[in-house]
């Protein structure tokens, strides 16, 4: 395993994700955007997974124009998705494609910032739903078609407010300590069984739409883009990191 230090600077070869099939959540903006073109660069056939298809076309469009591996549009909406839906998606995925050799979970909601003595129920039932439930209900659905791949890498989205609580965060720092738990007790059950792995990543301060509207007042001007965060990304997805289970890494030092 690299360092913190050389993951943050990883610099992957061009052809890292050649012929493997990575299927991204919350693709069509920000971050999983950025994952999408990242990978479709590096070789990748990339699932365009999220719940607004008009984003993940403009997506696809980027790729295709670029030459790269035609991705595959994906519409599912974690909060609504079920058992079922994920179900026939791994059935898809195998029937169509043979396996899954990568899976981002970089869809997240970020709900209320407020006390949680007034934390709304529904607000918290969304959060857990999208940032918890969903997660594990899509990976344990897939588990089938990543356990046909010869490297499979499952990677979680975490948050630094997932490993030290902060006020005002609620039901999403609660969600990403869940998600810090879930991988760790996930990677050593699947320790030593096969060729899958699962890890967490903190993409950390990124201009995005949801850092905007947790920090209203922050400059973005300041913060790395979702592009400049890519190469940890690009380590947990590829080969490289294939002795790396059950850690929580950084994508940047901020």
């Known amino acids: ?9 990883y610099q992957p070869s061009a052809d890292l994700l050649n012929n493997r099939i990575i299927l991204i959540t919350g693709a069509g903006d920000g971050i999983g955007k950025a994952a999408a073109l990242a990978c479709a660069s590096a ?7 999220g719940r607004t298809v008009t984003k993940l076309e403009l997506v696809y469009d980027l790729i295709t124009a670029a030459g790269q591996q035609e991705p595959v549009i994906c519409p599912i909406d974690l909060e609504g998705a079920t058992v079922d ?3 026939e998606l791994c059935v898809n995925i195998i029937d ?3 396996r899954l050799d990568g899976l981002l979970h970089n869809a997240g909601i970020l709900g209320q910032r407020t006390p949680l003595n007034n934390y709304r129920q529904d607000v918290w039932d969304r959060v857990m739903q999208v940032n918890v439930t969903a997660q594990f209900q899509m990976t344990q659905a897939l588990m089938p078609a990543l356990e046909k791949s010869d490297d499979g890498s499952i990677v979680f989205t975490s948050s630094s407010v997932g490993q030290v609580g902060r006020a005002f965060w609620g039901a999403y720092a609660v969600s990403k300590f869940a998600v810090e738990g ?5 990677a050593e059950e699947l320790q030593g069984l096969g060729s899958v792995r699962v890890n967490a990543i903190n993409p950390g301060a990124t201009a995005t739409n949801m850092r905007a509207q947790a920090f209203p007042a922050e400059n973005p001007g300041e913060l790395k883009t979702a592009e400049q965060i890519m190469p940890a990304y690009l380590y947990l997805l590829g080969a490289d990191s ?13």
């Open 1 to 9: 395993m690299l360092s913190a230090e050389q993951i943050i600077h």
């Open 96 to 98: 169509q494609l043979g």
């Open 43 to 49: 070789g990748a056939k990339v699932i365009l997974a």
């Open 242 to 254: 294939s002795d790396v289970n059950g850690q929580s890494i950084k994508a940047q030092a901020r």
């Open 85 to 87: 839906d994920y179900d």
């Open 182 to 186: 879930m991988v760790q007790v996930w």
